[in-house]
């Protein structure tokens, strides 16, 4: 048994010292142009789930839905999402194909998180994603407009879509990077 026990010890120590070096001299990629293993894709998956039911717990949307705030919504996804999570004209924007994970697309396909983990992710933002965290830019309130516009992606008032339609009110929110040359 003491040889079992020593054998399950010395096997872990080697998995962990292994991982170590592969991550100390770049064997593992962190790029986001290639598809990351189905180990990487459960683990990470799954960790985001959990962290995202811990920390939401079982929140109500504070803000009712009505028209006024699916249009106000719709307004602060024009002006902070659409540029990564597409519009109703064209889906699949420019920056969803540049990132792994791959962003969600909500007119494609709406929401599959509860309005208590959509508020916590879009509150908080997920790490080494690329989803930055909006409560240092916008009110509680107003992410709870975007949850609720969220939710009612399949049924907005005219005055929501007239904001979303092919020509825009407003252009959304462009994003730009300088990477400095070496």
Not at 99 to 117: I, K, N, R, T, W
Not at 136 to 156: A, E, P, W
Not at 158 to 164: D, E, Q, S, Y
Request: glycine share 8%; hydrophobic share 40%; aromatic share 10%.
């Amino acid at each position: 048994m003491r040889g079992f026990v020593l054998g399950v010890l010395l096997t872990l120590i080697a998995l962990v010292a292994g991982g170590w070096w592969c991550l100390n001299k770049g064997y593992i990629s962190f790029a986001a142009d290639q598809e990351p293993s189905s180990l990487e894709q459960k683990v990470a998956m799954s960790a985001v789930d959990i962290w995202a039911d811990h920390g939401a717990g079982n929140q109500k949307n504070p803000s009712p839905v009505t028209d006024n705030s699916l249009t106000a919504g719709a307004q602060i996804y024009m002006d902070h999402c659409a540029g990564c999570h597409g519009l109703p004209s064209k889906p699949t924007s420019q920056f969803a194909v540049s990132f792994y994970p791959p962003v969600p697309e909500f007119f494609s396909e709406a929401p599959d998180m509860s309005d208590a983990q959509n508020f916590f992710i879009i509150q908080h933002g997920i790490r080494w994603t690329g989803m930055p965290a909006w409560n240092k830019t916008l009110s509680d309130s107003q992410i709870s407009q975007v949850v609720g516009f969220l939710r009612n992606t399949r049924k907005l008032p005219a005055t929501a879509l007239k904001i979303l339609g092919p020509e825009p009110a407003t252009p959304p929110m462009q994003m730009h990077m300088t990477i400095p040359m070496k």
